[in-house]
């Protein structure tokens, strides 16, 4: 079964840290791109943070850029979301997924995404 499962959130304060992860089944994870969006109530989806699938390129969205680092680890089939600096404008549901503005044309197209590990920043 093909699946990405996220974990890691929880509750934080300003200016704190959490690592989130994604573990990916049922698929080899080094052969896709795969990135972080988050939802917040009553908010737009955003594309927070994305990575290439040879890790050549990385990409953030202004709001977390400085604060956040995606980073992969192949051999345990998992993506990480680092976030540090954490704000009162990041509380939102996390989701990992394929469907990533660092996907590249030609490569093959796996659409994923996890259920999701909820962020809370209140002091």
């Known amino acids: 079964q093909v699946q990405l499962v996220e974990s890691g959130g929880g509750l934080v304060q300003p200016g704190g840290s959490l690592r989130l992860s994604c573990a990916a089944s049922g698929f080899t994870l080094a052969h896709h791109a795969i990135g972080w969006i988050r939802q917040a109530p009553g908010k737009e989806r955003e594309e927070i943070s994305c990575?290439?699938?040879?890790?050549?390129?990385?990409y953030y969205a202004d709001s977390v850029k400085g604060r956040f680092t995606i980073s992969r680890d192949n051999a345990k089939n998992t993506v990480y979301l680092q976030m540090s600096s954490l704000k009162p404008e990041d509380p939102a549901v996390y989701y990992c997924t394929t469907d990533t503005p660092c996907y590249a044309a030609g490569e093959q197209w796996l659409e994923v995404r996890g259920q999701g590990t909820s962020v809370t920043v209140s002091s």
């Open positions: 990575l290439t699938s040879s890790d050549s390129d990385r």
